[in-house]
């Protein structure tokens, strides 16, 4: 017979806002996120802030909530961290609300606390305010994860898709389809000589760098998260009326990576990324671009370049010279990624 202790669980009566809910946010909520802000415990926050703003929410349902990489909860900080970001904006506060399912073991659910307080801390961004509730086992996967973020305009961001212009040239800091495979090789099974972990990260204090040097300058910012690199080059394709045009020897795909890819039938363009941006900027800046987002990733390189041919298409050269279009994403490749 076991005499190993059971582990203790989320049950209903810890959303219920009676004794159990405090305990709850007293022992790992408060407990691992305290600031001065978020410890005033009201239904909300007060804020003292100054100039233009950006504010964005995301949710997070992503399935495993733990990843060679990462977790739910720096993902979830992460996310909305740099969606402010690509707004030319540097987060300052965050809004954090939990859905969770009754059965998630307390121990699980107390490391992704951590690991919010751990991320939040790394991009210097504060929580405080938030929610918790609890439903029925069945009723949820055991936890979702909504993010909302304020932070203030950078005074010298023009950060906008009518600001894209013919030449500009296209970057992107990193290898791409990280995240998405290393989510879908925990779902699959998959082993590699080396583990292909999530890219997740805060991208806040680069994107602040870059406006700071170069300012407007920098013409748009857009992170490639879901439906991967391809669909945000769309997107932009689209809402801009202008061609893209992209060197294929220049997107860097780990080979893990790919080999990942090529086992489950997937094209790393589509794939999600979780600290992978574009960056649209003026021509004679780009070198210089390179050079500083070479500093924190040696995988960043000049994809491609804006073009008046073929308006709202995306096109890809080979390294043999061949092109091809690059179509956009059709259906969902990758559920539950993010």
Partial sequence: MSTEKPKDTIHLHHGSGGEYTTKLLNEVIFKHLNNDILEVRHDGAFLNMQGNLAFSTDSYVITPIFFKGGNIGELAVNGTVNDI?????????????????????????????????KAADKAQVQIVT?????????????????????????????????????????????????????????????QFESEILSDTTNLNFI??????????????????????????????AAESNFGIELLEDKIIVENQVNSACELLGLDPMYVANEGVFACIVEKEIADEVLEILKTERKNASIIGTISAEHPNKVLMESAFGGRRVVNPLIGEQLPRIC
Avoid: W
């Avoid at 970001?85 to 540097?90: R, T």
């Avoid at 987060?91 to 659910?109: A, M, T």
């Avoid at 994107?207 to 769309?234: M, N, P, Y």
């Fill in 85 to 117: 970001s690509m707004c030319g904006a540097m987060p300052k506060y965050l809004s954090l609300s939990f859905i969770i399912e009754e059965g998630l073991e307390l121990d699980e659910f107390t490391e992704i606390v951590k690991s919010i307080k």
């Fill in 130 to 190: 938030g929610d918790t509730k609890v439903v029925e086992r069945g009723k949820g996967d055991k936890i979702y994860i909504n993010t909302s973020g304020i932070g203030t305009v950078h005074e010298k961001a023009a950060i906008k898709i009518s600001n894209i212009k013919i030449g500009d040239a296209i970057l992107i800091n990193d290898a791409i389809a990280t995240h998405g495979m290393a989510i879908m090789s925990e779902r699959e099974g998959l």
């Fill in 207 to 236: 994107v602040h760098q870059l406006i700071e040097k170069f300012g407007d300058k920098i013409h748009f910012l857009r992170d490639a998260t879901r439906g991967g690199l391809a669909s945000v080059l769309h997107e932009i």
